[in-house]
């Protein structure tokens, strides 16, 4: 897929139903009594691998042009799959059913693809062993494939090294198999979606700053989910009207949960002209549809409980930095390295090859904007959040680019270059 130099974007866009919420609407519908319905559920690789994994234990899932009924068995109602679960590229598929598998009265076998095999599991196993689960990595790395023997689990307090909703939602739905009270403890609050939808299907779920807590034994009911866009796909369309003179649109209906809208607070600190307008809520989430203009952006500071609320978007923000003007420094975004590809050292490799002036640092980057980007050849490394952030930095440079392997953001968004293409004639080819 090649980029060059785009014109103006305008016009309206509504991106796919996100990504995370479409995998919490399936598990939680699977494992409720009754039929729930899902709207604007994201038919990404992604989340059809969570269907995938679901049909295989036994729920009927019909996949209908207007919306995904589930009718659910139950908290207790999955069967022992015949096949071994593939997870495909997906780490929420992976460390959230883990959390579920745990607590069933079967053995089951999680695998993945080559990427998912890669990528840390430690950080579940060993809450779930605490919880009397019993989790084998297959390769004795700490890695998938996974062999998941379950067990009658037991409620733990669980003081997480790292800010991961994937932890936290595996302990929590883990901890709807045990007696009593489960509780997670994180350094900084992760995206919340499975909080919000556990008590939307019926569970008890408390939070009290960056604590969790879950009673066990729920009663889960189907529900009607309206999935809101999701603002990380969102994200790409605000950096490219943002970034392209004479750019204005208006992204339809996407999610703006506090805990996932930090790409919106950095925009407005780095200077961008942002408005939300039609503010509602889907389902307990928060949505509005935003209006973004061309703006010269500024440098800005990201650290810390910031991170978590943007960790997706940091491949599209260090993009914006580059174009802006003054040094931006991103801190403590380790967990870039354990992303579908290493996120952070590909996002240095890229930029700079592209003229930009960037130092890394331990767990981030200081990028010194103001440089013009050139066009070259990319490689997305199969990951989709560095394909679609490169082809936005193709469309502010000078000269082509060509993204490789550029099909692997059918696990997120597989209109993304269709929808490019719609909004500006001289975006890709």
Do not use: W
């Not at 595996?170 to 509780?183: E, R, S």
């Not at 008890?204 to 309206?226: C, D, H, M, R």
């Amino acid at each position: 897929m090649i980029f060059k130099k785009s014109a103006p974007l305008r016009g309206e866009i509504t991106v796919p139903g996100d990504k995370s919420i479409s995998h919490r609407a399936v598990m939680l519908g699977s494992l409720a009594k009754g039929t729930t319905s899902i709207t604007n559920f994201l038919n990404g690789a992604d989340c059809l691998s969570t269907i995938s994994c679901f049909k295989k234990m036994g729920i009927e899932i019909e996949q209908l042009p207007s919306e995904i009924l589930i009718h659910g068995k139950g908290l207790h109602g999955l069967q022992p799959p015949k096949a071994i679960l593939d997870a495909g590229n997906s780490g929420t598929t992976t460390r959230l059913l883990a959390g579920i598998l745990a607590g069933q009265s079967f053995t089951s076998t999680l695998t993945g693809d080559a990427s998912i095999k890669k990528r840390p599991m430690t950080r579940i196993i060993a809450p779930l062993s605490q919880m009397g689960g019993q989790v084998e990595s297959l390769s004795n790395n700490g890695c998938a494939p996974l062999k998941i023997t379950g067990h009658s689990l037991t409620p733990i307090h669980y003081i997480s090294p790292v800010s991961s909703a994937q932890v936290k939602s595996c302990i929590l739905l883990a901890g709807m198999y045990a007696d009593g009270f489960t509780k997670v403890t994180e350094p900084f609050l992760s995206r919340n979606h499975s909080e919000l939808m556990m008590r939307a299907f019926g569970a008890q779920v408390t939070s009290e700053g960056t604590t969790a807590t879950i009673i066990g034994n729920p009663v889960l009911e189907g529900q009607k989910v309206v999935v809101p866009g999701d603002i990380s796909s969102a994200a790409y369309f605000i950096a490219a009207a943002l970034l392209i003179p004479g750019s204005e649109l208006l992204i339809k209906d996407v999610g703006i949960n506090p805990t996932r809208n930090g790409i919106l607070k950095v925009c407005e600190e780095m200077g961008a002209d942002i408005q939300l307008l039609n503010k509602r809520e889907y389902c307990q989430e928060p949505v509005a549809d935003i209006l973004v203009k061309y703006s010269p952006l500024k440098s800005v500071i990201i650290e810390g409980s910031r991170i978590p609320t943007l960790i997706d978007e940091l491949p599209i923000i260090a993009v914006m930095a580059a174009c802006a003007q003054g040094t931006t420094i991103i801190r403590d975004a380790e967990e870039l390295k354990v992303k579908e590809s290493n996120r952070l050292d590909i996002i240095i490799q890229h930029l700079t090859s592209m003229g930009a002036d960037i130092t890394p640092l331990e767990n981030g980057m200081e990028i010194r904007g103001g440089n013009p980007l050139k066009g070259t050849t990319l490689d997305s490394h199969l990951d989709h959040r560095i394909a679609m952030s490169f082809a936005i930095a193709g469309m502010v440079s000078n000269g082509a680019t060509e993204i490789l392997n550029a099909s692997c953001v059918d696990i997120s968004y597989p209109e993304f270059y269709g929808d490019l293409a719609r909004l500006s004639d001289s975006t890709c080819c």
